[in-house]
T-cell receptor
Framework: DGGITQSPKYLFRKEGQNVTLSCEQN?????MYWYRQDPGQGLRLIYY???????QKGDIAEGYSVSREKKESFPLTVTSAQKNPTAFYLC??????????FGAGTRLSVL | AQKVTQAQTEISVVEKEDVTLDCVYE???????LFWYKQPPSGELVFLIR??????QNEISGRYSWNFQKSTSSFNFTITASQVVDSAVYFC?????????????FGTGTRLKVLA
């Protein structure tokens, strides 16, 4: 089945540690996105990529990094510089200018 | 500046009642898209509808209907004869075409609780 797979579902980060969230899609979509969701704040854009080997910062990119080496994959690294990483992270993909489809999310907590 | 406002934080209704979720947007662009997504407790956002700025026709899909009014910058969502399975958080979003990136701006969501 075509879709977007995020892993892991739950992730725990220790102080000072970098962690990487996986996002894979088999929809042949060009564009991919990472969002952060906090209670009562809706979704905020972290990074997005419209094409392989290219990505742009969203509204809250500080403390995060991404790569887009393959069309299917857009991993997000939460670095130790992100002081408040506890949130629900959602990955999405779309054909250029079209509807975004979302994965099931990763819930990140700090130990 | 672009903005999406969902003023209703939480709504509770009894099963079979009709309910309307409000969405008001601000944009400087003449070409834009509006969306509604449903987020059930599992967390995944489920796409419901997209409407472009040149199409003000209302849409009905089963128990769901959408009312788009450019004059009031609103894109409201009505669920007729609500069911317990409709309980979720609903997000309205705006996407502008001028930048070429079609980034979404989300509202803060409305949590709908349908009581049996």
């Amino acid at each position: 089945d075509g879709g977007i797979t995020q892993s892991p579902k739950y992730l725990f980060r220790k102080e000072g540690q970098n962690v990487t969230l996986s996002c894979e899609q088999n929809l042949n979509h060009d564009a991919m996105y990472w969002y952060r969701q906090d209670p009562g704040q809706g979704l905020r854009l972290i990074y997005y990529s419209q094409i392989v080997n290219d990505f742009q910062k969203g509204d809250i990119a500080e403390g995060y990094s991404v790569s887009r080496e393959k069309k299917e994959s857009f991993p997000l690294t939460v670095t130790s510089a992100q002081k408040n990483p506890t949130a629900f992270y959602l990955c999405a993909s779309s054909m250029q200018g079209n509807i975004q489809y979302f994965g099931a999310g990763t819930r990140l907590s700090v130990l | 500046a672009q903005k999406v406002t969902q003023a209703q934080t939480e709504i509770s209704v009894v099963e079979k009642e009709d309910v309307t979720l409000d969405c008001v947007y601000e944009t400087r662009d003449t070409t834009y898209y509006l969306f509604w997504y449903k987020q059930p407790p599992s967390g995944e956002l489920v796409f419901l509808i997209r409407r472009n700025s040149f199409d003000e026709q209302n849409e009905i899909s089963g128990r769901y209907s959408w009312n788009f009014q450019k004059s009031t910058s609103s894109f409201n969502f009505t669920i007729t004869a609500s069911q317990v399975v409709d309980s979720a958080v609903y997000f309205c979003a705006l996407s502008e075409a001028y930048s070429g990136t079609y980034k979404y701006i989300f509202g803060t969501g409305t949590r709908l609780k349908v009581l049996a």
